[in-house]
Protein backbone atom coordinates (compact mmCIF):
# COMPACT_ATOMS: atom_id res chain seq x y z
CA UNK A 1 0.00 0.00 0.00
CA UNK A 2 1.42 3.25 -1.22
CA UNK A 3 1.05 5.80 1.57
CA UNK A 4 1.04 9.55 0.34
CA UNK A 5 3.37 12.53 1.78
CA UNK A 6 2.26 15.29 3.30
CA UNK A 7 2.64 18.92 0.88
CA UNK A 8 6.23 19.69 2.08
CA UNK A 9 7.54 16.19 2.49
CA UNK A 10 6.37 15.23 -1.09
CA UNK A 11 8.80 18.18 -2.57
CA UNK A 12 11.85 16.58 -0.30
CA UNK A 13 13.05 13.59 -1.97
CA UNK A 14 17.12 14.50 -0.83
CA UNK A 15 18.43 16.80 2.14
CA UNK A 16 19.34 19.33 -0.98
CA UNK A 17 15.95 19.86 -1.19
CA UNK A 18 14.98 20.39 2.58
CA UNK A 19 17.38 23.22 2.94
CA UNK A 20 15.06 25.22 0.34
CA UNK A 21 13.10 25.80 3.05
CA UNK A 22 13.20 28.26 5.96
CA UNK A 23 13.85 27.25 9.73
CA UNK A 24 10.24 28.00 10.33
CA UNK A 25 9.11 25.68 8.04
CA UNK A 26 11.12 22.94 10.14
CA UNK A 27 8.13 22.28 12.40
CA UNK A 28 5.21 21.01 9.61
CA UNK A 29 8.44 19.28 7.98
CA UNK A 30 8.74 17.77 11.33
CA UNK A 31 5.20 16.85 11.76
CA UNK A 32 4.53 15.76 8.08
CA UNK A 33 7.64 13.06 8.41
CA UNK A 34 6.00 11.54 11.90
CA UNK A 35 3.27 11.34 10.09
CA UNK A 36 4.37 9.39 7.50
CA UNK A 37 5.80 7.31 9.54
CA UNK A 38 2.88 6.02 11.23
CA UNK A 39 0.84 6.02 8.35
CA UNK A 40 3.54 3.45 6.31
CA UNK A 41 4.56 1.28 10.23
CA UNK A 42 1.33 1.22 10.66
CA UNK A 43 0.17 -1.09 7.55
CA UNK A 44 3.58 -2.44 7.00
CA UNK A 45 4.86 -3.19 10.30
CA UNK A 46 8.37 -2.79 11.77
CA UNK A 47 10.20 -0.56 14.34
CA UNK A 48 8.35 2.59 15.54
CA UNK A 49 8.50 4.55 18.58
CA UNK A 50 12.18 4.39 18.25
CA UNK A 51 12.09 6.67 15.03
CA UNK A 52 9.05 8.75 16.33
CA UNK A 53 11.27 10.24 18.83
CA UNK A 54 13.99 11.25 16.79
CA UNK A 55 12.35 13.24 14.51
CA UNK A 56 13.20 16.54 14.71
CA UNK A 57 16.04 15.94 15.14
CA UNK A 58 16.80 13.62 12.33
CA UNK A 59 15.24 17.13 10.40
CA UNK A 60 17.61 19.32 12.13
CA UNK A 61 20.89 17.25 11.23
CA UNK A 62 20.23 16.94 7.38
CA UNK A 63 19.01 20.53 7.34
CA UNK A 64 21.97 22.05 9.61
CA UNK A 65 24.81 19.08 7.80
CA UNK A 66 25.93 19.09 4.77
CA UNK A 67 25.05 14.97 4.35
CA UNK A 68 26.60 13.10 2.65
CA UNK A 69 29.83 14.76 2.85
CA UNK A 70 29.38 15.47 6.35
CA UNK A 71 29.34 11.94 7.83
CA UNK A 72 26.40 10.89 9.72
CA UNK A 73 26.51 7.62 11.66
CA UNK A 74 23.52 6.11 13.60
CA UNK A 75 23.20 4.12 16.52
CA UNK A 76 21.52 0.66 15.86
CA UNK A 77 19.54 1.48 13.17
CA UNK A 78 15.60 1.42 14.60
CA UNK A 79 15.80 5.17 14.93
CA UNK A 80 16.70 5.91 10.98
CA UNK A 81 12.92 5.78 9.61
CA UNK A 82 13.26 9.51 8.55
CA UNK A 83 16.63 9.67 7.71
CA UNK A 84 15.98 6.84 5.34
CA UNK A 85 12.86 8.72 3.92
CA UNK A 86 14.73 12.07 3.46
CA UNK A 87 17.54 10.49 1.63
CA UNK A 88 15.91 9.03 -1.48
CA UNK A 89 13.92 6.68 -0.14
CA UNK A 90 10.40 7.63 0.56
CA UNK A 91 8.89 6.40 -2.28
CA UNK A 92 10.51 2.71 -1.42
CA UNK A 93 10.14 3.13 2.53
CA UNK A 94 6.32 0.83 2.05
CA UNK A 95 8.87 -1.58 1.01
CA UNK A 96 10.66 -1.46 4.51
CA UNK A 97 12.05 -4.99 6.05
CA UNK A 98 10.23 -6.93 3.36
CA UNK A 99 11.42 -9.50 1.45
CA UNK A 100 13.62 -7.97 -1.49
CA UNK A 101 13.07 -4.33 -0.15
CA UNK A 102 15.11 -1.83 1.62
CA UNK A 103 16.90 -3.04 4.91
CA UNK A 104 15.12 -1.66 8.34
CA UNK A 105 18.87 -0.45 9.39
CA UNK A 106 21.56 2.01 7.44
CA UNK A 107 23.40 -0.22 5.02
CA UNK A 108 26.24 1.47 2.87
CA UNK A 109 25.15 -0.54 -0.15
CA UNK A 110 21.73 0.86 0.13
CA UNK A 111 22.59 4.65 0.13
CA UNK A 112 25.45 6.74 0.21
CA UNK A 113 23.67 8.67 3.39
CA UNK A 114 24.19 5.58 4.73
CA UNK A 115 28.14 6.30 6.02
CA UNK A 116 28.32 2.57 8.10
CA UNK A 117 26.14 -0.13 8.46
CA UNK A 118 24.63 -1.00 11.78
CA UNK A 119 22.27 -3.89 13.53
CA UNK A 120 23.83 -4.09 16.99
CA UNK A 121 24.42 -1.53 19.06
CA UNK A 122 27.19 1.12 20.15
CA UNK A 123 29.38 1.14 17.58
CA UNK A 124 28.50 5.08 16.11
CA UNK A 125 31.24 6.95 18.22
CA UNK A 126 34.14 4.37 17.46
CA UNK A 127 32.73 4.29 13.46
CA UNK A 128 32.23 8.16 13.39
CA UNK A 129 35.81 8.56 15.04
CA UNK A 130 37.27 6.36 12.58
CA UNK A 131 35.80 8.81 10.16
CA UNK A 132 36.99 11.46 11.74
CA UNK A 133 40.56 10.58 11.66
CA UNK A 134 40.45 9.41 8.39
CA UNK A 135 39.49 12.98 7.18
CA UNK A 136 41.94 14.12 9.38
CA UNK A 137 45.00 12.33 7.78
CA UNK A 138 42.96 13.34 4.28
CA UNK A 139 43.50 17.12 4.58
CA UNK A 140 39.69 17.33 4.95
CA UNK A 141 39.61 19.81 8.08
CA UNK A 142 35.81 21.47 7.04
CA UNK A 143 34.47 17.59 6.78
CA UNK A 144 31.66 16.99 10.04
CA UNK A 145 31.45 13.45 11.68
CA UNK A 146 28.41 12.99 13.63
CA UNK A 147 27.43 9.59 15.95
CA UNK A 148 23.36 9.50 17.02
CA UNK A 149 23.71 7.08 19.97
CA UNK A 150 20.74 6.21 22.21
CA UNK A 151 21.28 6.30 26.61
CA UNK A 152 20.42 2.84 25.90
CA UNK A 153 23.25 1.96 23.57
CA UNK A 154 25.73 3.98 25.74
CA UNK A 155 25.71 1.55 28.50
CA UNK A 156 28.04 -1.11 25.91
CA UNK A 157 31.77 -1.01 26.64
CA UNK A 158 32.34 -0.22 23.10
CA UNK A 159 30.87 3.00 23.94
CA UNK A 160 32.74 3.89 26.40
CA UNK A 161 35.75 2.55 24.72
CA UNK A 162 35.30 5.30 21.66
CA UNK A 163 34.56 8.17 23.75
CA UNK A 164 37.65 7.10 25.46
CA UNK A 165 39.69 7.23 22.56
CA UNK A 166 37.80 10.33 20.88
CA UNK A 167 38.71 12.37 24.21
CA UNK A 168 42.34 12.43 23.28
CA UNK A 169 42.54 12.53 19.12
CA UNK A 170 41.05 16.13 19.20
CA UNK A 171 39.04 14.73 16.43
CA UNK A 172 35.95 16.59 14.63
CA UNK A 173 33.32 14.38 16.30
CA UNK A 174 30.41 15.28 17.63
CA UNK A 175 28.33 13.00 19.80
CA UNK A 176 24.43 13.16 20.02
CA UNK A 177 23.00 11.32 23.09
CA UNK A 178 19.67 10.26 21.98
CA UNK A 179 18.48 10.32 25.94
CA UNK A 180 15.08 8.91 26.27
CA UNK A 181 15.53 6.10 29.20
CA UNK A 182 14.64 3.55 27.10
CA UNK A 183 16.15 0.52 24.85
CA UNK A 184 13.34 -1.76 23.94
CA UNK A 185 13.04 -2.19 27.71
CA UNK A 186 13.86 0.87 30.24
CA UNK A 187 17.42 1.54 30.52
CA UNK A 188 19.15 0.19 33.82
CA UNK A 189 22.49 1.33 35.71
CA UNK A 190 24.60 3.75 37.07
CA UNK A 191 24.30 5.92 33.53
CA UNK A 192 20.86 6.60 33.52
CA UNK A 193 20.93 7.26 37.27
CA UNK A 194 23.83 10.19 36.38
CA UNK A 195 21.71 11.28 33.23
CA UNK A 196 18.51 11.57 35.45
CA UNK A 197 20.76 13.66 37.66
CA UNK A 198 21.49 16.11 34.51
CA UNK A 199 18.25 16.06 33.42
CA UNK A 200 16.09 16.63 36.17
CA UNK A 201 18.89 19.15 38.22
CA UNK A 202 16.53 22.48 38.76
CA UNK A 203 19.66 24.55 39.60
CA UNK A 204 22.11 23.13 36.89
CA UNK A 205 19.06 23.91 34.21
CA UNK A 206 18.66 27.06 35.40
CA UNK A 207 22.55 27.91 34.81
CA UNK A 208 22.75 26.36 31.66
CA UNK A 209 19.97 29.01 30.03
CA UNK A 210 20.87 32.26 32.37
CA UNK A 211 24.91 31.16 30.54
CA UNK A 212 24.64 33.61 28.03
CA UNK A 213 23.85 36.33 30.84
CA UNK A 214 27.01 35.41 33.06
CA UNK A 215 29.30 34.98 29.52
CA UNK A 216 27.87 38.70 28.45
CA UNK A 217 28.83 40.14 32.30
CA UNK A 218 32.38 38.25 32.07
CA UNK A 219 33.57 39.71 28.53
CA UNK A 220 35.24 42.78 30.79
CA UNK A 221 38.06 40.10 31.54
CA UNK A 222 39.24 40.48 28.41
CA UNK A 223 41.12 38.11 25.82
CA UNK A 224 41.45 35.53 28.34
CA UNK A 225 37.95 35.47 29.23
CA UNK A 226 36.34 32.70 27.20
CA UNK A 227 39.18 30.30 29.47
CA UNK A 228 38.12 31.48 31.92
CA UNK A 229 34.63 31.14 31.35
CA UNK A 230 35.38 27.61 30.33
CA UNK A 231 37.04 26.84 33.87
CA UNK A 232 34.31 28.74 35.70
CA UNK A 233 31.37 26.63 33.83
CA UNK A 234 33.20 23.45 34.73
CA UNK A 235 33.51 24.37 38.05
CA UNK A 236 29.67 25.62 38.19
CA UNK A 237 28.55 22.20 36.45
CA UNK A 238 31.00 19.85 39.03
CA UNK A 239 28.94 21.87 41.78
CA UNK A 240 25.67 22.03 40.91
CA UNK A 241 25.77 18.13 39.89
CA UNK A 242 27.45 17.11 42.81
CA UNK A 243 29.89 15.20 40.83
CA UNK A 244 31.92 16.03 37.80
CA UNK A 245 30.72 16.08 34.63
CA UNK A 246 31.42 12.24 32.99
CA UNK A 247 31.88 13.60 29.29
CA UNK A 248 33.99 16.31 29.96
CA UNK A 249 35.82 14.09 32.33
CA UNK A 250 36.81 11.95 29.45
CA UNK A 251 37.48 15.58 27.02
CA UNK A 252 34.63 16.21 25.22
CA UNK A 253 32.56 19.66 25.56
CA UNK A 254 29.54 18.62 27.08
CA UNK A 255 26.40 20.94 25.75
CA UNK A 256 23.16 20.22 27.30
CA UNK A 257 20.04 18.91 28.14
CA UNK A 258 18.22 20.52 25.05
CA UNK A 259 15.01 19.62 24.09
CA UNK A 260 15.29 17.19 21.36
CA UNK A 261 11.94 17.93 19.87
CA UNK A 262 12.61 21.70 18.89
CA UNK A 263 13.81 21.59 15.60
CA UNK A 264 14.30 25.02 15.05
CA UNK A 265 16.63 25.35 18.32
CA UNK A 266 18.18 21.60 17.25
CA UNK A 267 19.19 23.27 13.87
CA UNK A 268 20.64 26.52 15.65
CA UNK A 269 22.70 24.38 17.82
CA UNK A 270 24.01 21.69 15.72
CA UNK A 271 25.23 24.76 13.04
CA UNK A 272 26.97 26.27 15.88
CA UNK A 273 28.77 23.28 17.25
CA UNK A 274 29.80 22.42 13.79
CA UNK A 275 32.10 25.44 14.08
CA UNK A 276 33.70 24.28 17.36
CA UNK A 277 36.84 21.95 16.50
CA UNK A 278 37.66 18.79 19.00
CA UNK A 279 35.36 16.34 20.05
CA UNK A 280 32.05 17.35 21.69
CA UNK A 281 28.62 15.80 23.10
CA UNK A 282 25.31 17.28 22.50
CA UNK A 283 22.67 15.44 25.10
CA UNK A 284 19.01 15.87 23.84
CA UNK A 285 16.16 14.65 25.54
CA UNK A 286 13.12 13.19 23.59
CA UNK A 287 10.34 10.76 24.12
CA UNK A 288 10.59 7.96 22.22
CA UNK A 289 7.33 7.03 20.40
CA UNK A 290 6.68 10.98 20.32
CA UNK A 291 3.84 12.40 18.75
CA UNK A 292 1.76 8.81 19.24
CA UNK A 293 -0.24 8.77 22.58
CA UNK A 294 -0.02 4.80 23.26
CA UNK A 295 3.92 4.43 21.96
CA UNK A 296 5.09 7.35 24.39
CA UNK A 297 2.77 5.56 27.24
CA UNK A 298 3.88 2.06 26.54
CA UNK A 299 7.19 2.20 25.22
CA UNK A 300 8.02 -1.41 25.07
CA UNK A 301 5.41 -2.46 23.49
CA UNK A 302 5.06 -0.22 21.16
CA UNK A 303 9.02 -0.58 20.03
CA UNK A 304 7.87 -3.25 16.97
CA UNK A 305 4.24 -3.44 17.70
CA UNK A 306 3.34 -5.06 13.82
CA UNK A 307 0.23 -3.62 11.94
CA UNK A 308 -1.88 -1.86 13.93
CA UNK A 309 -5.11 1.02 13.65
CA UNK A 310 -3.20 4.14 13.51
CA UNK A 311 -6.77 6.01 15.31
CA UNK A 312 -7.49 3.34 17.11
CA UNK A 313 -4.21 2.50 18.23
CA UNK A 314 -5.24 -1.37 17.72
CA UNK A 315 -2.81 -3.73 17.43
CA UNK A 316 -4.07 -6.03 14.82
CA UNK A 317 -3.60 -9.98 16.09
CA UNK A 318 -5.53 -12.94 14.00
CA UNK A 319 -7.79 -14.64 16.68
CA UNK A 320 -6.68 -18.33 16.05
CA UNK A 321 -9.59 -20.75 16.25
CA UNK A 322 -7.96 -23.30 18.48
CA UNK A 323 -5.06 -23.79 20.68
CA UNK A 324 -1.42 -22.43 19.46
CA UNK A 325 1.91 -23.30 20.07
CA UNK A 326 3.84 -20.76 22.42
CA UNK A 327 6.83 -19.24 21.32
CA UNK A 328 10.28 -20.62 22.18
CA UNK A 329 11.17 -17.83 24.14
CA UNK A 330 7.41 -17.74 26.46
CA UNK A 331 8.19 -21.48 27.02
CA UNK A 332 12.07 -20.20 28.07
CA UNK A 333 10.82 -17.13 30.57
CA UNK A 334 8.25 -19.87 32.36
CA UNK A 335 10.61 -22.58 32.87
CA UNK A 336 12.89 -20.48 34.03
CA UNK A 337 10.30 -19.89 37.04
CA UNK A 338 9.51 -23.20 37.80
CA UNK A 339 13.26 -24.51 37.81
CA UNK A 340 14.06 -21.13 40.05
CA UNK A 341 11.22 -22.39 42.37
CA UNK A 342 12.75 -26.12 42.76
CA UNK A 343 16.40 -24.69 42.67
CA UNK A 344 17.83 -21.33 44.74
CA UNK A 345 20.79 -21.70 43.10
CA UNK A 346 19.53 -20.51 39.86
CA UNK A 347 19.17 -16.56 38.20
CA UNK A 348 18.73 -15.07 35.29
CA UNK A 349 20.88 -12.81 33.29
CA UNK A 350 20.27 -10.53 29.84
CA UNK A 351 21.94 -7.95 28.39
CA UNK A 352 19.00 -5.77 28.08
CA UNK A 353 16.25 -8.09 26.43
CA UNK A 354 14.04 -8.78 29.15
CA UNK A 355 11.29 -8.55 27.26
CA UNK A 356 12.40 -10.27 23.73
CA UNK A 357 13.78 -13.42 25.96
CA UNK A 358 11.15 -13.25 28.22
CA UNK A 359 13.52 -13.26 31.05
CA UNK A 360 10.73 -10.50 32.28
CA UNK A 361 8.25 -13.40 33.72
CA UNK A 362 11.13 -14.20 36.00
CA UNK A 363 11.67 -10.57 37.01
CA UNK A 364 8.53 -9.88 38.03
CA UNK A 365 8.15 -13.21 39.91
CA UNK A 366 11.77 -13.14 41.86
CA UNK A 367 13.00 -9.80 40.95
CA UNK A 368 16.02 -10.19 43.32
CA UNK A 369 17.40 -13.03 41.23
CA UNK A 370 16.90 -12.20 37.78
CA UNK A 371 19.47 -9.20 36.01
CA UNK A 372 18.91 -6.62 33.36
CA UNK A 373 22.20 -5.96 32.95
CA UNK A 374 22.37 -3.07 29.97
CA UNK A 375 23.28 -3.20 26.67
CA UNK A 376 26.58 -5.28 27.65
CA UNK A 377 27.08 -9.09 26.65
CA UNK A 378 30.55 -9.05 27.43
CA UNK A 379 29.85 -8.33 31.40
CA UNK A 380 26.92 -10.83 31.01
CA UNK A 381 28.91 -13.54 30.58
CA UNK A 382 31.82 -13.24 32.55
CA UNK A 383 29.11 -11.72 35.63
CA UNK A 384 27.47 -14.52 34.85
CA UNK A 385 30.73 -16.81 35.32
CA UNK A 386 31.57 -14.95 38.55
CA UNK A 387 27.92 -16.42 39.83
CA UNK A 388 28.90 -19.54 38.69
CA UNK A 389 32.47 -19.30 40.39
CA UNK A 390 30.73 -18.90 43.43
CA UNK A 391 28.29 -21.98 42.95
CA UNK A 392 24.98 -20.15 41.14
CA UNK A 393 23.72 -21.71 37.98
CA UNK A 394 23.25 -18.67 35.63
CA UNK A 395 21.03 -18.66 32.32
CA UNK A 396 22.66 -16.34 30.35
CA UNK A 397 20.13 -15.50 27.90
CA UNK A 398 21.86 -13.66 24.74
CA UNK A 399 20.58 -13.54 21.09
CA UNK A 400 22.98 -15.91 18.96
CA UNK A 401 23.61 -13.11 16.65
CA UNK A 402 24.77 -10.66 20.17
CA UNK A 403 26.43 -13.67 21.12
CA UNK A 404 29.11 -13.16 18.71
CA UNK A 405 29.81 -10.17 21.05
CA UNK A 406 30.69 -12.12 23.71
CA UNK A 407 32.64 -15.07 22.34
CA UNK A 408 36.21 -14.23 23.99
CA UNK A 409 34.53 -14.02 27.14
CA UNK A 410 32.49 -17.29 26.30
CA UNK A 411 36.12 -19.22 26.23
CA UNK A 412 38.27 -17.33 28.84
CA UNK A 413 35.86 -16.74 31.28
CA UNK A 414 33.54 -19.81 31.48
CA UNK A 415 34.68 -22.75 29.12
CA UNK A 416 38.28 -23.42 30.18
CA UNK A 417 37.43 -22.87 33.94
CA UNK A 418 34.75 -25.60 33.32
CA UNK A 419 31.77 -23.29 34.97
CA UNK A 420 28.36 -24.00 34.95
CA UNK A 421 26.85 -21.47 33.10
CA UNK A 422 23.58 -21.81 30.92
CA UNK A 423 23.86 -20.04 27.39
CA UNK A 424 20.22 -19.72 26.11
CA UNK A 425 20.55 -18.40 22.54
CA UNK A 426 17.42 -16.76 21.54
CA UNK A 427 17.08 -16.36 17.76
CA UNK A 428 19.06 -18.98 16.73
CA UNK A 429 18.90 -19.63 12.95
CA UNK A 430 17.40 -16.85 10.59
CA UNK A 431 15.89 -14.21 12.46
CA UNK A 432 13.28 -12.89 9.90
CA UNK A 433 13.23 -8.90 8.80
CA UNK A 434 16.35 -7.91 10.57
CA UNK A 435 18.27 -9.34 8.64
CA UNK A 436 21.86 -10.11 8.17
CA UNK A 437 22.96 -8.18 11.59
CA UNK A 438 20.52 -10.41 13.33
CA UNK A 439 20.47 -13.67 11.76
CA UNK A 440 21.72 -16.54 14.50
CA UNK A 441 23.82 -18.61 11.68
CA UNK A 442 26.95 -19.21 13.22
CA UNK A 443 26.25 -20.44 17.24
CA UNK A 444 26.75 -23.75 15.81
CA UNK A 445 30.01 -23.12 14.03
CA UNK A 446 31.81 -20.67 16.66
CA UNK A 447 30.36 -22.91 19.67
CA UNK A 448 31.29 -26.76 18.60
CA UNK A 449 34.91 -26.00 18.58
CA UNK A 450 35.27 -24.62 21.98
CA UNK A 451 36.72 -28.05 24.83
CA UNK A 452 34.15 -28.42 27.66
CA UNK A 453 31.30 -26.70 25.91
CA UNK A 454 27.61 -29.00 25.60
CA UNK A 455 26.12 -27.62 23.23
CA UNK A 456 22.57 -28.43 22.33
CA UNK A 457 19.09 -27.56 20.30
CA UNK A 458 15.60 -28.59 21.11
CA UNK A 459 13.28 -29.46 18.07
CA UNK A 460 10.34 -28.46 20.32
CA UNK A 461 8.80 -26.81 23.71
CA UNK A 462 9.37 -29.95 25.59
CA UNK A 463 13.31 -30.67 24.89
CA UNK A 464 13.39 -26.97 25.65
CA UNK A 465 12.32 -27.70 28.93
CA UNK A 466 13.85 -30.96 29.22
CA UNK A 467 17.18 -29.30 28.09
CA UNK A 468 16.91 -26.48 30.81
CA UNK A 469 16.28 -29.20 33.42
CA UNK A 470 19.42 -31.31 32.60
CA UNK A 471 21.96 -28.33 32.49
CA UNK A 472 21.40 -27.22 36.17
CA UNK A 473 21.92 -30.36 37.83
CA UNK A 474 24.68 -31.11 39.72
CA UNK A 475 28.34 -30.89 37.86
CA UNK A 476 27.05 -30.72 34.14
CA UNK A 477 29.82 -27.35 33.60
CA UNK A 478 29.24 -24.53 30.34
CA UNK A 479 25.71 -25.59 28.52
CA UNK A 480 24.64 -23.96 25.62
CA UNK A 481 20.92 -24.21 24.42
CA UNK A 482 20.42 -22.92 20.74
CA UNK A 483 16.86 -22.08 19.77
CA UNK A 484 14.93 -20.19 17.05
CA UNK A 485 12.37 -17.07 16.95
CA UNK A 486 9.30 -17.32 16.97
CA UNK A 487 6.60 -20.64 17.52
CA UNK A 488 7.40 -24.05 18.70
CA UNK A 489 4.92 -26.98 17.54
CA UNK A 490 3.44 -28.57 20.72
CA UNK A 491 0.11 -26.57 21.95
CA UNK A 492 0.40 -28.74 25.30
CA UNK A 493 3.94 -27.85 25.94
CA UNK A 494 3.88 -27.82 29.71
CA UNK A 495 4.85 -31.37 30.15
CA UNK A 496 7.25 -32.79 33.69
CA UNK A 497 10.37 -32.36 33.24
CA UNK A 498 12.99 -35.48 32.27
CA UNK A 499 16.89 -35.19 32.52
CA UNK A 500 18.35 -36.17 28.94
CA UNK A 501 21.46 -38.07 28.51
CA UNK A 502 24.34 -35.79 27.29
CA UNK A 503 25.33 -36.67 23.54
CA UNK A 504 22.77 -38.55 23.32
CA UNK A 505 20.24 -38.07 20.25
CA UNK A 506 16.82 -40.19 19.29
CA UNK A 507 15.76 -41.89 15.90
CA UNK A 508 12.45 -40.77 15.20
CA UNK A 509 11.68 -43.39 12.49
CA UNK A 510 13.08 -46.00 10.69
CA UNK A 511 13.25 -45.81 6.79
CA UNK A 512 15.41 -47.20 3.50
CA UNK A 513 17.76 -46.07 1.28
CA UNK A 514 18.35 -42.54 3.19
CA UNK A 515 19.10 -40.94 6.41
CA UNK A 516 17.58 -37.73 7.17
CA UNK A 517 19.74 -35.92 10.37
CA UNK A 518 18.30 -33.33 12.04
CA UNK A 519 19.13 -30.30 14.90
CA UNK A 520 17.07 -28.50 16.16
CA UNK A 521 13.42 -27.17 15.23
CA UNK A 522 14.34 -27.36 11.40
CA UNK A 523 13.47 -31.22 12.40
CA UNK A 524 9.82 -29.80 12.50
CA UNK A 525 10.48 -29.64 8.55
CA UNK A 526 11.78 -33.24 8.47
CA UNK A 527 8.93 -34.37 9.83
CA UNK A 528 6.26 -32.80 7.42
CA UNK A 529 8.44 -33.62 4.46
CA UNK A 530 9.01 -37.46 5.36
CA UNK A 531 4.90 -37.09 5.96
CA UNK A 532 4.45 -35.98 2.09
CA UNK A 533 7.29 -38.35 0.91
CA UNK A 534 5.45 -41.14 2.53
CA UNK A 535 2.28 -40.62 0.21
CA UNK A 536 4.64 -40.41 -2.85
CA UNK A 537 6.29 -44.02 -1.68
CA UNK A 538 9.62 -42.55 -0.54
CA UNK A 539 10.84 -43.77 3.32
CA UNK A 540 13.28 -41.51 4.36
CA UNK A 541 14.45 -42.60 8.03
CA UNK A 542 15.31 -39.62 10.63
CA UNK A 543 17.32 -38.87 13.15
CA UNK A 544 16.99 -36.03 15.92
CA UNK A 545 20.48 -35.42 16.51
CA UNK A 546 19.63 -33.13 20.01
CA UNK A 547 22.85 -32.19 20.70
CA UNK A 548 25.55 -30.69 18.52
CA UNK A 549 28.66 -31.19 20.69
CA UNK A 550 29.02 -34.47 21.97
CA UNK A 551 28.08 -36.34 18.90
CA UNK A 552 25.95 -39.24 19.38
CA UNK A 553 28.59 -41.53 17.92
CA UNK A 554 26.15 -44.39 18.66
CA UNK A 555 23.75 -43.08 16.35
CA UNK A 556 25.65 -42.20 14.06
CA UNK A 557 27.64 -45.49 13.28
CA UNK A 558 24.36 -46.88 13.10
CA UNK A 559 23.19 -43.95 10.47
CA UNK A 560 26.84 -44.97 8.70
CA UNK A 561 26.40 -48.42 8.71
CA UNK A 562 23.02 -48.85 6.98
CA UNK A 563 22.12 -45.99 5.00
CA UNK A 564 24.35 -44.78 1.39
CA UNK A 565 22.56 -41.52 1.77
CA UNK A 566 22.76 -39.12 4.36
CA UNK A 567 21.20 -35.59 4.43
CA UNK A 568 21.77 -33.32 6.85
CA UNK A 569 19.67 -30.29 7.90
CA UNK A 570 20.33 -27.03 9.82
CA UNK A 571 19.12 -23.55 10.65
CA UNK A 572 23.18 -22.19 11.04
CA UNK A 573 25.98 -21.53 8.71
CA UNK A 574 26.94 -24.92 6.66
CA UNK A 575 30.96 -24.16 6.85
CA UNK A 576 31.83 -25.14 10.81
CA UNK A 577 28.00 -26.02 10.84
CA UNK A 578 26.49 -29.51 11.98
CA UNK A 579 26.68 -31.29 8.30
CA UNK A 580 30.49 -30.27 8.48
CA UNK A 581 30.87 -32.06 11.71
CA UNK A 582 29.23 -35.29 10.02
CA UNK A 583 31.34 -34.79 7.17
CA UNK A 584 34.45 -35.08 10.11
CA UNK A 585 33.10 -37.74 11.86
CA UNK A 586 32.47 -39.83 8.54
CA UNK A 587 36.22 -39.40 7.51
CA UNK A 588 37.69 -40.18 11.18
CA UNK A 589 35.71 -42.99 10.87
CA UNK A 590 36.59 -44.15 7.14
CA UNK A 591 32.90 -44.39 6.54
CA UNK A 592 31.76 -43.92 2.68
CA UNK A 593 28.21 -42.39 2.09
CA UNK A 594 26.82 -39.25 -0.06
CA UNK A 595 26.73 -36.47 2.26
CA UNK A 596 24.00 -33.80 1.27
CA UNK A 597 23.93 -31.04 3.51
CA UNK A 598 20.88 -28.20 3.82
CA UNK A 599 21.34 -25.41 5.84
CA UNK A 600 22.47 -21.40 5.14
CA UNK A 601 24.98 -21.09 2.77
CA UNK A 602 28.39 -18.84 2.88
CA UNK A 603 27.20 -15.72 2.43
CA UNK A 604 24.72 -13.08 3.98
CA UNK A 605 21.27 -13.51 4.14
CA UNK A 606 19.19 -10.19 3.59
CA UNK A 607 15.84 -9.69 5.19
CA UNK A 608 12.50 -11.50 4.89
CA UNK A 609 10.14 -13.08 6.55
CA UNK A 610 11.55 -16.63 8.23
CA UNK A 611 9.41 -19.09 5.76
CA UNK A 612 10.97 -16.68 2.94
CA UNK A 613 14.52 -16.93 4.08
CA UNK A 614 14.16 -21.16 4.71
CA UNK A 615 13.18 -21.59 1.06
CA UNK A 616 15.86 -19.31 -0.54
CA UNK A 617 18.45 -20.84 1.53
CA UNK A 618 17.14 -24.13 0.71
CA UNK A 619 16.29 -26.14 3.46
CA UNK A 620 12.60 -25.94 4.23
CA UNK A 621 10.17 -28.85 3.83
CA UNK A 622 10.10 -28.36 -0.11
CA UNK A 623 13.91 -28.57 -0.23
CA UNK A 624 13.91 -31.77 1.75
CA UNK A 625 11.49 -33.33 -0.03
CA UNK A 626 13.39 -32.69 -3.66
CA UNK A 627 17.03 -33.93 -1.83
CA UNK A 628 15.14 -37.38 -1.12
CA UNK A 629 13.50 -37.33 -4.19
CA UNK A 630 17.27 -37.22 -5.86
CA UNK A 631 18.76 -40.10 -4.43
CA UNK A 632 16.06 -42.30 -2.64
CA UNK A 633 13.98 -45.28 -4.52
CA UNK A 634 10.77 -44.76 -4.76
CA UNK A 635 8.82 -47.97 -3.64
CA UNK A 636 5.45 -48.99 -3.67
CA UNK A 637 3.14 -50.28 -1.19
CA UNK A 638 3.91 -54.20 -2.05
CA UNK A 639 8.41 -53.90 -2.41
CA UNK A 640 7.86 -52.41 1.24
CA UNK A 641 5.88 -55.35 2.57
CA UNK A 642 7.85 -57.88 1.01
Known sequence: MQVKAGPLLSKINYPADLKQYSETDLEQI???????????????????????????????????????????????????????????RRDLFHT???????????????????????GHSSTSISAALGMAVASQLKGETDRQHVAVIGDGAMTAGLAFEGL?????????????LNDNCMSIDPNVGALKEYLTSI????????????????????????????????????????TLLKQSNLFEALNFRYFGPVDGHDVKRLAQIIKDLSAIPGPKLLHCITVKGKGFALAEKDQTKWHAPGLFDKITGEIKKSIPD???????????GHTMVELAEANDKIVGI?????????????????????????????????????LAAQGMVPFCNIYSSFMQRAYDQVIHDVAIQKLNVVFCLDRAGLAGADGATHHGAYDIAYMRCIPNLVVSSPMNEEELRNLMFTAQQENIGPFVIRYPRGNGVMPDWKRPFKA???????????????????????????????????????????????FIKPLDEALLHEVFAKYKHVITVEDGSLPGGIGAAILEFMADHGYHANVIRLGIPDRFIEHGEQAELWA???????????????????????????
Open 322 to 332: KPQPPKYQDVF
Open 350 to 386: TPAMPSGSSLNIMMKAMPKRAFDVGIAEQHAVTFSAG
Open 616 to 642: ECGYDKNAIIEAVRKVAVKRTTDSMAG
Open 164 to 176: NHAGIENSNVLVI
Open 30 to 88: SQELRQYIIDVVSVNGGHFGASLGVVELTVALHYALNTPYDKLVWDVGHQAYGHKILTG
Open 500 to 546: LEIGKGRKICDGEDVALLTIGHVGNFAVEARAELNSEGFYPAHYDLR
Open 199 to 238: TISKSYNRFRDDISHVLTGLSKLGPNAHKYVKKIEKSIKG
Open 96 to 118: NRVYGGISGFPKISESEYDTFGV
